[in-house]
């Protein structure tokens, strides 16, 4: 029989009502209340009369669609252990008819002689705004990928459009040149070089927001991929650059992960080029890639999965360096710490290594200072 305890100066009455849930107590043998404390008057507006006269099943105020669901989650506690609990969700009706989102939560309140479960204590608590809240962070986080979607398609397709009147313009100034160079005189001349200056930048532009695209839309497979061996190809690509430029590495053993081999080959070509171009005037470049595998205090540092191997590679070289206050703007797009003219470039590469590392799952930063050299920090996890 359903009742509100007031044994000892109602105290349990007292303590329950202060809970900001819903309290009851479940007979297994009856299926009926044995107790539930007055806070499903503040949060439904039902009295305990009202649950009285229901006959003391609480099922009639759960949603239709959920009551199969629920009945299917009370066996569980039923097969639960002393001090273990077990929790659903489930739609709730207030007095007023409007549908509310609720948490319960339960464990074994006692047994009979025969150890079987002989009552269960529930508390249920008001999560409507919570469910809201994530049902509104869900639909903004779809409403941001459909857009970042519909940004990179335009980007793809604008940029590929874009090449056909450069080759025009290209075309009409080879047509120029070879037709009317006597007449185009030394002015003439000049001007046509630097329309043809500026359309080898535009092309250059165009080739690398058509490289960033591809990275943001690539859906190649996750294999193993040994990172020294990435580091071996990058070198051979570089190595006139770094001949040049009497560029000295120093590259420490790396891991094998796994990754999509051709976008590590693209951020270790960036990264390295990035150290290259940056170098200081009449001193040789000296780029050192190190790493290290994080300990666990690393790993809870940087909120990352303890039950992963991550690892740490450094990109370190004694270049021109940056302000501390450009460490996170130079991963934006189209961003520029200098002049075209002094370090020429798009402003994409240090952003299309920011898309490859976060489709890897793993973290990018940087730090440095003016005069004093920089260093690219990448993080990743051996097993996506």
Request: charged share 25%; aromatic share 8%.
């Amino acid at each position: 029989m359903f009742q509100s305890n007031s044994d000892n100066d109602g105290l349990p009455d007292k303590i329950t009502d202060f809970f900001p849930a819903i309290v009851y107590i479940h007979d297994a043998n009856t299926g009926k209340l044995k107790y539930i404390n007055r806070k499903i008057t503040d949060l439904l507006g039902y009295s305990l009369g009202d649950v009285l006269a229901w006959g003391n099943d609480l099922m009639r105020i759960v949603h239709k669609d959920d009551q199969d669901n629920v009945n299917r989650e009370l066996q569980h506690f039923y097969t639960l252990q002393d001090n273990e609990s077990y929790s659903y969700n489930a739609r709730l009706t207030d007095k007023s008819g409007t549908w509310k989102h609720f948490r319960t939560m339960g464990t074994v309140l006692n047994r009979d002689a025969r150890g079987r479960v002989a009552s269960v204590l529930f508390i249920a608590q008001d999560i409507t705004s919570e469910f809201e809240n994530q049902l509104n962070l869900e639909e903004k986080i779809r409403d941001l990928d459909r857009s970042n979607k519909e940004l990179e398609e335009f980007a793809y397709v604008a940029s590929h459009d874009m090449n056909e009147p450069l080759r025009k313009i290209t075309t009409f100034i080879e047509r120029l040149e070879n037709k009317y160079k006597g007449e185009l005189g030394v002015d003439g001349k000049l001007y046509l070089a630097r329309i043809s200056a500026s359309v080898e930048n535009m092309r250059h532009l165009i080739d690398t927001l058509l490289e960033f695209s591809r990275t943001a839309r690539s859906h190649q497979p996750f294999v193993t991929v040994d990172l020294n061996d990435i580091v071996k190809d990058v070198q051979a690509d570089l190595e006139l650059k770094i001949e040049e430029t009497a560029t000295i590495l120093h590259i420490e053993v790396l891991p094998a992960i796994e990754a999509i081999p051709s976008q590590m080959k693209q951020l270790f070509d960036n990264l390295l080029n990035n150290s290259i171009k940056f170098k200081k005037a009449g001193v040789s470049p000296v780029i050192t890639i190190s790493c290290l595998q994080l300990t666990r205090r690393q790993k809870e540092q940087h909120h990352l999965d303890a039950g992963n191997t991550w690892f740490r590679i450094d990109f370190a070289d004694n270049g021109i360096g940056f302000e501390p206050e450009y460490n996170e703007r130079i991963f934006q797009i189209f961003q520029r710490l200098h002049g075209k003219s002094e370090f020429p470039g798009s402003g994409i590469g240090l952003a299309i290594c920011k898309k490859i590392i976060d489709q890897h799952k793993g973290l990018i930063y940087a730090t440095g200072k003016p005069d004093n050299g920089a260093t690219f920090t990448i993080i990743l996890p051996e097993h996506q």
